[in-house]
């Protein structure tokens, strides 16, 4: 409750400090005062240690607080037992088990007001003259396109310019979040007052003079595509039959038969975003960005748009920020060195080699990498890949499995393993 109510006191302050801003029917913009500024980070601050103390609630209530052996395995009576003393059997379990797993699979409809539709309307109303566009892709469906212009001098409205930047969002990244707005904040480290006004991409670039498009890859959001059997519409449009029958449909629709994006349908939406914002928006300096696994459909998207000769000269600059070399690499590092077979072998026809199509887009273009990443580790990131595949394997026409764990060299392993020594001083020979 204390936290419940210096939230609210927060609330209360900054409405009747902010309230000339709030009130202002003008429509021109004016700077906030210091004193507001203060109050609404007091607020982002209660706020967020009320959301981090919910969350260690909701966490703790999950434990087991019953009684129980401590180590070993458990046998079929110490599983009874707890069961008994409820008043449950085994059947009990099950259906409680299959309780928690099936909202997983079939998520029941939200009820509360504070989803994505209400972080697009903050979103939408912080930037004016933003819009949403409708794209068709080729293979059936559309994407949701949201379209952000550069920021107009004071008294002027915003328009669509000839600069534009193309966003493709990394993992989990939606458009609905990508303009700082949500719990998690923005993509850009604040300043060291934290005060900075720029918290994500987006604010950077409309503040350089660019225009910016967002979009959701089809399988995301409110973009969509068509799965087999013709299956697939946008969220939302489903009529939702509930009932048992109902959950079945949805489950076995959403697995055998719903659309599943595929890095082949990133780099499809990224291309046909790109030329539709070429095309029929007009837009003669285009720059690509992508975050992450942003990478995948960026660096196609240039490579693509490179070597045509309509669009190669409106096509300014890539980069490709903090992605990977191939999501191979990735999972050998993070999971372990069997991980990138069995990616293999459970997607084989899936093609992360974002080495390849970095390195072909003939464009100027740039790699961003943090050293210190906790998941795309140093030796997995696009930037050690190209290093390998020039120093390495130079000459070799693919980039594909670059970046994989290898095995140390047999020198190397001699020396250690079985004469304890240096490298230079074990006696095979380097050849």
Not at 20 to 48: F, I, R
Not at 86 to 110: C, E, F, H, K, N
Not at 249 to 259: E, N, V
Not at 287 to 298: P, T, Y
Request: aromatic share 8%; hydrophobic share 40%.
């Amino acid at each position: 409750m204390q936290k419940v109510s210096k939230v609210l006191s927060a609330i209360d302050q900054l409405e009747a400090q902010a309230k000339p801003l709030l009130e202002n029917k003008s429509g021109n913009s004016q700077p906030a005062s210091m004193s507001v500024l203060m109050v609404a980070n007091a607020l982002g601050m209660a706020a967020s240690e009320l959301r981090d103390f919910v969350e260690s609630l909701m966490a703790g209530s999950g434990r087991d607080q019953g009684d129980g052996d401590e180590g070993g395995d458990p046998d079929d009576d110490s599983l009874r037992r707890p069961l008994e003393e409820r008043g449950g059997t085994l059947r009990d379990a099950v259906t409680s088990g299959l309780s928690s797993i099936l909202p997983m699979l079939d998520p029941p409809l939200g009820k509360s007001i504070f989803g994505f539709d209400l972080l697009r309307g903050c979103m939408l109303s912080k930037y004016r003259g933003s819009r949403q566009i409708w794209v068709k892709r080729e293979d059936g469906g559309k994407i949701d396109v949201i379209h952000i212009p550069a920021k107009a001098g004071i008294g002027s409205l915003p328009r669509p310019g000839k600069k534009a930047v193309l966003y493709c969002n990394p993992n989990a990244g939606l458009i609905e979040v990508a303009a700082g707005i949500g719990l998690s904040g923005g993509n850009l480290d604040p300043d060291s007052d934290g005060s900075t006004a720029e918290k994500c991409w987006t604010d950077f670039y409309t503040n350089a003079g660019f225009d910016v498009y967002l979009f959701n890859y089809a399988g995301f959001g409110r973009s969509y595509g068509i799965g087999y059997c013709g299956v697939g519409k946008r969220g939302g449009d489903e009529v939702y039959i509930p009932g048992a029958l109902g959950r079945i449909k949805r489950i076995l629709q959403s697995t055998f038969c719903g659309f599943k994006p595929t890095p082949d349908t990133m780099r499809a939406d990224g291309l046909t975003v790109a030329s539709h914002i070429i095309s029929q928006l007009g837009v003669e300096t285009l720059v690509i960005h992508g975050e992450s696994i942003g990478g995948v459909a960026a660096s196609a998207t240039a490579k693509q748009l490179s070597q045509s000769a309509l669009t190669k000269d409106k096509l300014a600059l890539l980069i490709c920020d903090r992605t990977f070399c191939n999501l191979e690499a990735v999972a050998q590092r993070l999971v372990g060195g069997w991980s990138g077979y069995a990616i293999r072998a459970l997607t084989p026809l899936w093609s992360t080699d974002v080495a390849n199509d970095f390195i072909a887009a003939a464009c100027p273009k740039i790699v961003a990498n943090d050293s210190a990443d906790n998941i795309i580790f140093d030796s997995a990131s696009l930037k050690a890949g190209i290093a390998f595949w020039k120093e390495i394997h130079r000459g070799a026409c693919s980039t594909n499995g670059v970046g994989w764990m290898m095995e140390a060299p047999i020198q190397y392993r001699m020396a250690v393993d079985y004469e304890n020594v240096s490298v230079n001083g074990e006696d095979f020979g380097i050849p």
